[in-house]
């Protein structure tokens, strides 16, 4: 086989997909064994509740180029992506998810590009069969905030489906392990020679979503104190526009106070002591956040913790 000496890694978060996992399987294999690079192909079980284990081990067992790592509990999708990077061994690695919304077809255009010499592959989400009209605004609106707070710039619509040469993942598995992560910006903010491709996500084979709203505003917020602190500054910009609008509101107190008499004050008391709870509020809020971040590093516990790693012998 031409180029077999090359290997690409294909890393996939698994979470509650026994529905789809069959159907994922098929599809990727039939797809990896005809690229013209080898492969291997590594699932990490973040603590399913399903039969999803069962099936991984079943895959491994007939495939000896299939590894499962079994994490002991659920420690979430992004730790999910740097242990299977930890545990590649490609020239190249392609990380993605298991309900076929990142398309497996993408990957002989990965290969490509990882052959012309780039060595990181951001995937740009064109359409999203599953994604309503709210969910579609909410991630343009967070990108151009991230954006418009981060001195790095992040390509829109990216997602956690993308790819690394092997240099690029080393450095993830040497400098980059924070507890608290946005491994998309990592990616995309380490450097070396990059390009993008576009895809278009379809529905999910199976299952929902497991990212409710909850889930992605955390992760929104992580995003931010990752690569901004200018949400920390808020205070003293917010501190600066109170002094001016209280100037302001001085001088209209003493002039009404001249013409009429007699100052004007319930009102304007209440919705300025109201203003500047708020203001307050928010920016002790704000800090709570970073100090979350800085507890939850200053602790230094294990990213991701493995049970047990399931290869064939064959």
């Known amino acids: 086989m031409e180029n077999a000496e090359k290997k690409i890694s294909v890393v996939v978060s698994v979470y509650n997909e026994e529905l789809s996992l069959d159907q994922f399987h098929k599809t990727i294999i039939d797809i990896l064994e005809r690229c013209i690079w080898?492969?291997?192909?590594?699932?990490?079980?973040?603590?399913?509740?399903?039969?999803?284990?069962?099936?991984?081990?079943?895959?491994?067992?007939?495939?000896?180029?299939?590894k499962v790592i079994d994490f002991s509990r659920n420690f979430g999708h992004e730790a999910a992506m740097i242990a299977g990077i930890d545990h590649a061994t490609g020239d190249g690695i392609v990380c993605m998810d298991a309900d076929l919304q990142h398309p497996p077809e993408s990957i002989p255009e990965i290969i490509?590009?990882?052959?012309?010499?780039?060595?990181?592959?951001?995937m740009i989400r064109g359409k999203n069969a599953d994604a309503g009209f709210i969910k579609s605004i909410t991630s343009k609106a967070f990108y151009k905030v991230l954006n418009l707070l981060s001195p790095i710039k992040f390509e829109n619509n990216s997602s956690d489906f993308f790819a690394l040469a092997a240099n690029v993942a080393e450095v993830l598995r040497r400098d980059y392990r924070e507890k608290i992560r946005y491994l998309r910006g990592f990616v995309q903010s380490v450097g070396f020679r990059k390009t993008t491709l576009e895809f278009n996500a379809g529905k999910r084979t199976a299952g929902e979503s497991k990212y409710s709203l909850r889930k992605l505003?955390?992760?929104?917020?992580?995003?931010?104190?990752?690569f901004s602190d200018l949400p920390l500054k808020l205070g003293v910009y917010s501190g600066i526009l109170v002094a001016m609008l209280g100037f302001i509101l001085m001088i209209f107190t003493?002039?009404?106070k001249l013409i009429n008499g007699a100052p004007a004050g319930y009102s304007t008391i209440i919705v300025a002591l109201c203003f500047m709870f708020a203001v307050t509020l928010i920016v002790i809020g704000i800090i709570g956040e970073y100090i979350a971040v800085l507890f939850a590093e200053i602790k230094d516990r294990p990213i991701y913790i493995v049970r047990e790693i399931y290869k064939s012998d064959q």
């Open 254 to 256: 003493i002039a009404n």
């Open 38 to 66: 080898d492969y291997e192909l590594i699932f990490v079980n973040d603590g399913s509740a399903d039969r999803s284990i069962e099936l991984l081990k079943q895959f491994a067992a007939g495939n000896s180029k299939i």
């Open 112 to 122: 490509a590009k990882f052959q012309e010499g780039y060595e990181v592959i951001s």
């Open 217 to 226: 505003l955390h992760f929104s917020i992580n995003a931010l104190c990752s």
